[in-house]
């Protein structure tokens, strides 16, 4: 946890020593468009645009993973108890085991209770 803080402290010192490093007034044009602004925010707004795009053309793959996870989960419960049914099913029937080391064959009986 403390990583995390230390982590977080060191990158945004560093986003202020980039702003203030990068304090040239720019003007950004994109068709009819005019935007006038610091570059380093301009910079950190463009960057920011980027990761968002970058999560919206993501989001189908994490919904469809998280889906495809709960189904599993859901199949796994499902698998365990049918484990234990088996389970409780193999002690209340006993066996008798018959090997014939000849032919290398094994048979099985249900002996009944």
Same mark, same amino acid.
Request: proline share 2%.
């Given at each position: 946890?403390? #990583?995390?803080?230390?982590?977080?402290?060191?990158?945004?010192?560093?986003?202020?020593?980039?702003?203030?490093?990068?304090?040239?007034?720019?003007?950004?044009?994109?068709?009819?468009?005019?935007?006038?602004?610091?570059?380093?925010?301009?910079?950190?707004?463009?960057?920011?645009?980027?990761?968002?795009?970058?999560?919206?053309?993501?989001?189908?793959? #994490?919904?469809?993973?998280? #889906?495809?996870?709960?189904?599993?989960?859901?199949?796994?419960?499902?698998?365990?108890?049918?484990?234990?049914?088996?389970?409780?099913?193999?002690?209340?029937?006993?066996?008798?085991? /018959?090997?014939?080391?000849?032919?290398?064959?094994?048979?099985? /009986?249900?002996?009944?209770?």
């Amino acid at each position: 946890m403390f #990583i995390f803080l230390v982590l977080g402290a060191l990158i945004g010192a560093l986003s202020v020593v980039f702003f203030l490093q990068n304090t040239v007034p720019v003007t950004v044009m994109f068709m009819s468009w005019q935007i006038e602004g610091l570059l380093g925010i301009i910079l950190a707004l463009a960057f920011a645009g980027g990761v968002m795009m970058t999560a919206l053309f993501s989001l189908p793959n #994490i919904i469809s993973d998280w #889906i495809v996870s709960a189904q599993l989960r859901r199949r796994i419960k499902q698998l365990e108890s049918d484990l234990d049914e088996a389970k409780k099913r193999e002690e209340g029937a006993k066996f008798d085991v /018959h090997t014939n080391l000849d032919d290398n064959q094994t048979e099985i /009986h249900k002996v009944s209770n």
